[in-house]
Every structure is written in C-alpha cells, then in structure tokens.
C-alpha cells in the first residue's frame, strides 16, 4: 500500500495531477490508498476531485507538522512560500517509509511512501 505525498500550485486541475501520478507510478498507481499534503493545499479542487476519482482518502497535515520532517531534498522555495521546506516528501513520510523523492511537473510535486 502507498500514501503519496502530493504539493501542488493553485488552480492544479484533477487531469494534470492524474497525469504526474500515473506517469510516476504506471501500474502501481494501484497500489495507492491516500494523497498527503499541505492543509491549505487540501483544499484545492483538482487535488479533492483526484481523491474522489480514485477512491483515495486525503490527508493534510500543518506546516509546522510537516516541517518537523527531515526529508532528502529539501526546498527554500516551499519554505518562503508555505512555510514548510517539504510538502511531498514530509507528508508522504507522515504516513510511511519514502520510497521514491519528490518528482515534479510544472504544477506539482509528489513524493511516495510505503505504509506499513
């Protein structure tokens, strides 16, 4: 089972990010049961719509929760602007092992962990 750890720019829709997840992933994007992320991003619709697509539960954690992560690749750029060095990695690592860093597109970033 996998929980991916997903930031992602404003106005993010349900196509591109199915895209960036199913591009890392291929076929184990089966093998996913929930999207972690960064409480004000929970809120984005094409994150919310990507979840109910799926069948996928939403996680979101604070910045503060997800700061307090030590992650491979960490960010200034997230940091100054959500206040957080990671969002894919930490909050994939919330929820399990990371197994794969963070891997972007032009309008998001994901990361995986393994739940144990």
Known sequence: MLVIGIGARAGVTVDELEELVVGALGDKVDQVIGVATLDSKAQETG?????????????????????????PTPSKKA??????????????????????????????????????
Do not use: F, I, Y
């Open 79 to 116: 940091k100054q602007a959500v206040g957080t060095p990671s969002v894919a990695e930490a909050a994939a690592s919330l929820h399990g092992t990371l197994t794969r860093t963070k891997t972007s597109s032009e309008v998001a970033t994901l990361a995986v962990a393994k739940v144990p």
């Open 47 to 71: 994150l919310r719509m990507l979840c109910v697509r799926r069948g996928w539960n939403l996680h979101s954690h604070t910045a503060e929760e997800l700061a307090a992560v030590d992650v």
